[in-house]
Structures are given as structure tokens and as C-alpha cells.
């Protein structure tokens, strides 16, 4: 009988594990509006970017408003595919790229999550997007170019703590999605990996394997994601405020340690020439 | 009279942007940098202990770096004349090219920050801690479109 009761509750997903996986997803972020008292999860952040405005829809089980008609395969297929459940391809502002590589458990943990959230009605706003990026069909030629689905498979030549960590920053963080340049279609330019990249609003996203990172010790790294702030009291820009407040100042401190030892584990780039 | 004629205009010269159009960029710069860097200085322990990071909780600590904070405060934005525009800093285009929304946040940076000092001089603990992270968000919301990384 208990076999069975942890088999359905495995089949349907673990809300409270889906919440630690939602704050390491920064989900939150793109999918609430920047105003205090803003509904979380309910939608409406605005996304600048050279292709236009997006805006995060409602993630609510809202039947309407949100995703509360949705099924699970719905949801695991939207994060895999970066397809809708009604076909259309999202656009990449969604950083399926990136969730592609959550394994399948743990897009369970977060419908399941995301379906004990309280309903909220907030009416999905329309993107805002430069001409003609707004073709949704155009994403199908981007998705060929630049999109490999599939779920991280561990290294068995890493150590479990550099999977997970490779894991925390490349699938659920999406740390490259801002750190990683892009090229002129917005694809990821893989040779310069989290590298560093200049972002549409503000000055942009340093390098995560440059000497600056390497020569930071461990502590002060941890502090900087715990805290937004590094030893000499300079604070980051909010975007990385934000990320901090929302993921890596909320990840446990195994998650943490796996985090900074797999950033160390990259070998660092040459800057880039000016 | 002759000696209050001329300490006139001195004042004169001293409160108009004539004394300051005078100083040397280079200057006016290293001289921001300066006010940031303190502001730095005195945030850091306010920040560690307001979060919980650093503990014990010292009152005395927090209300006199928070009131040296809400002075250093209005010291860096007289730094940003226009003559510096082309000195080399980290300071991006926009803080001229966007002026209200800087001037805006500079503002918003003085008023936040006496808050922070007003309940930290009155040893008011709860008081600090939700008022840090008003002034970090500004801190931020200022670094992210007018400091290059």
C-alpha cells in the first residue's frame, strides 16, 4: 500500500521539491511584474530585448489566465521542446535551451509545484516585438539552428558534485542565457560559453570563467551569490540583485558549493578582441 | 569693506558652478570614485549584519555608518559634470545621455539612506532591516544602466 501511495505520488510529482527547483529555475523573475506587491508567478515582467518587449505569461493554474488546463505532458513537452500545447513554438526568451536539460523527475516536481500555486486571473499581455521577429513560425529555423533538445546526462568522468553543478547552471539557472554572447539571430555563440555578454538594457553580464572569477576565493564567490555584494561593499546591478535574492542566494549550501566548483572547472577564455 | 567685498565674492564664485567647471576632470572623477568607495566602506557591515550574515547585531556599528552613509550620499553627484564626460571611468554615456533617470536615483539614493540612518540612530533593529534592502535596490537599480561591469 505504501509502495503504491509513493509510486502515485512520484507518478504525480512533489510540490515541495518543486518549489527548490522553481527558485533554482529563477522562474519567478521573467514571470512576475516588477512592482511591489505584484502577484508571484501570475505573469507580466517585461523582457527588453533587440528583438522586441516579451512578456512572461501567468504560470498559475488559472484555467483561463494560466496553465491550469494543462497537463503534465503539456507542460514537460513546453520545457523540453519549447513547444505550446497547442503546437506553436514559444519564442527563445523562454530559455527553453536551457530547461531542455531538466530531467524529467524534476519538470514533474515543478507542475506539480506550480499547480498547488493559488489561481490568479492576471490576462496574459502580448509581446511587443520588432518586425519581423514576430512571426512565431520564424522560431522553427532559429530552433533548427540553435536548439538541441534532450536532458542533461551525467559525466561519469565528473564527480557527482560538478554534475550537479553543471546541472544548477546549465539546465535549471540558465546562467548562460545572459552570460553567454550572442550572435546577430540571438543564438548562442557555444565558443564563447559563459563568457561574458552585453545585455540590450544595461551594461551587461561579466565573464563566469575569466582570471577575475578564478582569483576570487570561494568565500567571497559564495558571499557575492548570497548576497549580491562583494568584500568591498560594491553591490551588483539589480538584474544580478534579483538572481540572487530569487536563486543562488536560496540554494542550499551543497547546491552552492557544486555551483562555484563547477564554474572553477571551466578553463578560463581569452578576452575577447575589442 | 573692501576685505567683505571680496569674501562676498568668493562665496559667490564658490556657490556658483564656476569653482567646479575649474576643477580638473581627471579630479572630479578620482574624487566620485572616492565618495563610491567609502559608500562601499560603511554599506558592507550595515548589509552583513542586516541580512544575519554577520553577527552579533551592533547597533552602535549600524547608526554611525548609517549616518555616515546618508552623508556620503549627496558627495558623488556634483562629480558627474558634464566635463567629465569624456574622462575614462566606468561610468556609461547614459549618465548624461538618460540625465533625469540618474539624477532621479541619486535622489532616490539620499532619501533612502536617511531613512536607514533615522532608524538606526533610534537602535531600531527592524527597522534597518527592512529598510536595507530599499537602499540596495537603488544601489543596483543605479549600477545597471549607468556603470559598465
Known amino acids: 500500500m505504501l509502495l503504491l501511495w509513493s509510486g502515485l505520488a512520484a507518478a504525480q510529482g512533489d510540490a515541495k521539491r518543486g518549489a527548490y527547483l522553481a527558485k533554482a529555475g529563477g522562474c519567478l523573475g521573467c514571470h512576475t511584474e516588477s512592482k511591489d506587491g505584484a502577484t508571484p508567478y501570475a505573469g507580466g515582467r517585461a523582457l527588453k530585448t533587440p528583438f522586441g518587449t516579451f512578456f512572461g505569461p501567468n504560470l498559475t493554474p488559472h484555467p483561463e489566465a494560466g496553465i491550469g488546463r494543462w497537463s503534465e505532458q503539456d507542460f514537460v513537452r513546453a520545457l523540453r521542446e519549447g513547444v505550446r500545447p497547442d503546437g506553436a513554438h514559444y519564442f527563445p526568451a523562454f530559455p527553453y535551451p536551457s530547461f531542455t536539460r531538466i530531467v524529467d523527475a524534476d519538470l514533474r516536481d515543478l507542475f506539480a509545484y506550480l499547480k498547488s500555486l493559488p489561481p490568479s486571473n492576471r490576462a496574459n499581455q502580448p509581446h511587443d516585438l520588432n518586425f519581423p521577429f514576430g512571426w512565431r513560425w520564424l522560431v522553427w529555423f532559429w530552433k533548427f539552428l540553435f536548439f538541441t533538445p534532450g536532458p542533461y546526462a551525467a559525466d561519469p568522468a565528473l564527480s557527482a558534485a560538478l554534475n550537479r553543478g553543471a546541472y544548477l547552471t546549465n539546465a535549471l539557472g540558465h546562467c548562460g542565457e545572459c552570460h553567454t554572447p550572442r550572435n546577430f539571430l540571438g543564438g548562442p555563440k557555444m565558443s564563447r560559453f559563459l563568457g561574458g555578454a552585453k545585455l540590450a538594457e544595461g551594461a551587461g553580464a561579466s565573464s563566469l570563467r575569466s582570471e577575475g572569477v578564478k582569483k576570487t576565493s570561494d568565500k567571497d564567490l559564495k558571499d557575492f551569490l548570497q548576497t549580491a555584494m562583494t568584500p568591498d561593499g560594491d553591490v551588483a546591478a539589480e538584474s544580478m540583485a534579483e538572481v540572487v535574492r530569487n536563486t543562488t542566494g536560496q540554494l542550499t549550501p551543497q547546491d552552492l558549493d557544486a555551483l562555484v566548483a563547477y564554474l572553477r572547472s571551466l578553463p578560463t577564455l581569452p578576452d575577447e578582441a575589442k | 569693506m573692501k576685505k567683505n567685498v571680496v569674501a562676498a565674492g568668493l562665496i559667490l564664485a564658490m556657490a556658483s558652478g564656476a569653482a567646479l567647471a575649474?576643477?580638473?576632470?581627471?579630479?572630479?572623477?578620482?574624487?566620485?570614485?572616492?565618495?563610491?568607495?567609502?559608500?562601499?566602506?560603511?554599506?558592507?557591515p550595515i548589509a552583513g549584519m542586516a541580512s544575519g550574515k554577520v553577527s552579533p547585531y551592533n547597533a552602535d556599528v549600524v547608526a554611525r555608518n548609517a549616518t555616515y552613509l546618508e552623508n556620503l550620499a549627496?558627495?558623488?553627484?556634483?562629480?558627474?559634470?558634464?566635463?567629465?564626460?569624456?574622462?575614462?571611468s566606468r561610468a556609461l554615456p547614459d549618465v548624461w545621455g538618460q540625465n533625469a533617470k540618474f539624477v532621479e536615483l541619486a535622489n532616490r539614493l539620499q532619501t533612502e539612506t536617511a531613512k536607514l540612518a533615522q532608524s538606526a540612530r533610534a537602535r531600531d533593529e527592524a527597522g534597518v532591516k527592512a529598510q536595507f534592502g530599499a537602499v540596495g535596490k537603488v544601489?543596483?537599480?543605479?549600477?545597471e544602466g549607468f556603470r559598465a561591469k
Not at chain 2, 576643477?23 to 560603511?42: E, F, H, T
Not at chain 2, 549627496?74 to 575614462?88: L, V
Not at chain 2, 544601489?139 to 549600477?143: E, Q, S
Open chain 2, 22 to 44: 575649474q576643477m580638473k576632470p581627471d579630479v572630479m572623477v578620482k574624487q566620485r570614485q572616492a565618495a563610491m568607495s567609502l559608500i562601499g566602506k560603511y554599506w558592507g
Open chain 2, 74 to 88: 549627496q558627495m558623488p553627484w556634483d562629480g558627474f559634470h558634464d566635463s567629465t564626460k569624456n574622462e575614462k
Open chain 2, 139 to 143: 544601489c543596483g537599480a543605479c549600477h
